[in-house]
C-alpha cells in the first residue's frame, strides 16, 4: 500500500513535468519559437532545461584533497545513463569561453539520476582548477552522452581486477560501487597508487567498501611514502598476486597516468592475456606554449569527418585541405567573412596574420588565417 | 589631395596605417572574455523578454494600449535580433565563446532571409569587396542606382519609388538579395542553378510568415486580425530601421567607390583604407548604437567585422585620432543629415547623367563628412 501511494505521488508530481515537456517539444512550440526553438526562451529562465542537449545541475560540491573537486550532478531528462568506466564531455564557461573536457563519472551505475564527478586541479589546467576553486551548487554544465569502451561489459567477469593511479580512480571507483550495488559476488581486488594517503579522493568511501563487503580487497601504494600503504613501490607482478586475483580468469581494468598503464599492459602482454585488459591513460597534457621560433614544427594533418590525413606543411590549414582533395566552404581567405570557419579536435595552431599560437581543444578557428604546429586534427 | 578623388597615401604610410589598426584588432581580440558574453547575453534576453512580451501582449491587440505596446515591443525584439545580435553573431564576434547559441554559422535570425544565404552575400561578398563597382552587390543591391559609375537606363527612372518599395519589404529584398536576380536577367545566370537557394528561401520564408501571419493570430481567436496587424507592422517597422540604417553605412556623401583595378593585389593596409572610405558613421547616443546593431559605427565594424560590436564605440576614439594623424576623412554625421544626403542621391541618380563607366568626380570627402584632417599630418610619431 505505501509503495503503491509513492507511486502515485509520484506520477502525480511527474504528470505536470512530463505535460510540459511534451506542450514544449510539440511542433506548435517549434513553429511558434522560430527560428531560434524553444530552448532558446525557457534556458533563460531555467538554464539546465534543453529538449535535446544533455545539461545538468550542480547540486553540491566537496573538496576532499587538496587539489580535487567532487560534483554531484543532476543530468536533465535527456541523458541517457552510462555504462561504469565512460566518460562524460564536460563543458563549462570561464572567462566568457566555453571549456570542454572528459571525465568519468565516479558513482555507480544505478545511482538513480545523480552522478558524481572528481577533477583534480592540474597546475597548467584550465577546467580543473576552474572547477576546484569556483564550482558551486546551482551552476548548470552541458554534458555530452556517456561515451568510451573502458566499461565494465553487460555480462559481469568471473573476477574483477582494478588498477588506479591518481585521479584515474574515477572510472574504476564507479566500476567497484556499481559491482557492489548489484550485489556482484566474484572476488574485486582494487590496487590504487597515489603519492601519499592525503592525495586519494575517495579514500574513505574505497575503505568503507573494502570492510563492508567480504568479497572486495582493496590495496594501496603511496609512491612518495613508503611503508604507509599495503603494497611497496611502483606497479610489479608481485602486486597481482598479492591481490590474489587470477588473471587468466578476471577482466582487468587499469585508469591512470601512462607509467602505470604501460607497466600494466607490458605485464599482461607477456602473459598474452591482452583480450583480458581494458586500459584508459591520461592524454599528455596539451602544451601551452609551442616555441615557433622556426615557424614550423612538422605534424600530421587529421581531417577527421572526411578521415583523410596528410603530413602538415607552414601553409594555412584551408590551402592543405584542398590540396588534400578536400573542398572545404570558404570565402574570403583572409580571416574576414569567417565561412571557413571549423571546429579544430585538437592540436595548436598558429594564426599566420598574428604569429599566436592557440593550443586549446574543440576550439573554433579560421582555417583560411591558420597553420598547424604539429599534429592538427580538424572536423571536416 | 584634391576635393575630387580619395585622399592619397604612399605604399609606406598605407602599411603603417594597417599596423596600426592590426595592432587594434590584436589588442581587443585579446581581451575579450566574461564582459562580451555578459553583454551579448543580456541583449538575447533583453529581445527574448521583448518578444514574448508584445506578442503577448498582441494577443490582446483589441485593446488599443495593448496593441501599441505589443507592437513597439515587438518591432523593437525584431530589430535587436536582426542588428545588434543576429547580424553582428554571424560575423563571427561571438565564435570565440565556443558556445553554441551564439555561434556564427549556426545563427538564424528572425527575418525571411535564410541566415546561411546572408552569410555569403554580405559576410563575404560585402565585407571583403566593399564598395568596389561590380564586386560587392550591396551598391544598389541589384535594384537601385546608387552610383554614378553605375550606367542608367530608363529603369531607373523609378529609382525613389523602388527605394521606398524596398524599405517597407526589406526582409524580402534581403531574402532574395543572395540570388542575383539582376545576374539572371543579364544572361550570366540561370535559374536552374538557383533551385537549392529558392528552396532555402522558401522553407524559411514560409516559416517566418506562417509564425507571424498564422499561428500567432489563430491563437488569438476572434483578435487574430489585431494581432496579424501588429505582426505586419513590426516587420514593417524593422524594415523601415534596418533600411535606413544599413544605407546610411555606404551611400551617404563623401563615402568612395572603388574599381576593381584600383583594388587588384591589395595590401592589408590598402584593404583598411578601402573599408575606411567606403563607410560612414551616424552619431548619437548608446540607445540609437544598440538599436542600429552598432552600424552606427560602420567604420569600426568595416575595419573590424568579427570584433563585438558593442566595443566600436571605444575603438572610435582611437580610429578617429588615426586618421586624423594620416589626414584621412573620417565621415560621421547624425542620422537625419545622412539619411537626407542618401535620399538626394536616389533622386539624383533617378535621372541620366555622369554616369556612362567613366568614373564621374566625386563629390569632396570634406563637403559633408565631419573632416578632420589636420594640414600637414604627422606620420607614425615616434
Redesign the interface.
Known sequence: MASEALVCAQVFTEMPQRLTRKLLGSA?AD??A???GVD??VE?VRPAFSLHEVRAEVVSVRRPTARGVTLTLRPNANWQGFCAGQFVRLSV?I??????RCYSPASSAHAGDLIELTAHAQPDGVVSPFLRASARAGMVVSLSQADGDFALPDERPEQVLLISGGSGITPVMSMLRTLCHEGYRGPIAFLHYARDEHDVAYARQLAELASGHANVRLLRGYTRKMGVGELKGRFGREHVRAAGIDSTRALTFACGPSALVDAVRATWAQDELDARLYVEQFAPPAPARVDTTDGHVAGTLRFARSGVAATGTPAPLLDQAEAAGLTPTS??R?G????C?CRKLEGAVRDV??G?VSTAP???I?ICVNAPVGDVTLDI | MTATTPPQLTPEQLDAFGRELDAIRERVLADLGERDADYIRRVIKAQRGLEIGGRTLLEVGFLPPAWLAGTAALSLSKILDNMEIGHNVMHGQYDWMNDPAVNGQAFEWDTACPADQWRHSHNYVHHTHTNILGKDRDIGYGVLRMSEDQRWHPYYLGNPVYAVLLALLFEWGVALHDLEVERIGAGKASWKDKGEMLQAIWRKGRRQALKDYVLFPLLAGPGAPFTFAGNLTANAVRNVWAFTIIFCGHFPEGTHEFTEEETEGETRGQWYFRQLLGSANLTGGPLFHILSGNLSHQIEHHLFPDLPGHRYAELAVEVREICQRYGLPYNSGPLHKQFGSVVKKIVKLALPGRGGGERAPEPAAVAVAEVVAPPEPELVAA
Open positions: 506548435l513553429a511558434l522560430t527560428p531560434h532558446r526562451y533563460l564557461e572567462d566568457g569561453v566555453r571549456h570542454t570565402g574570403c583572409m574576414i567573412c569567417h565561412t570557419t596574420r598574428t599566436e574543440d576550439e573554433l579560421q
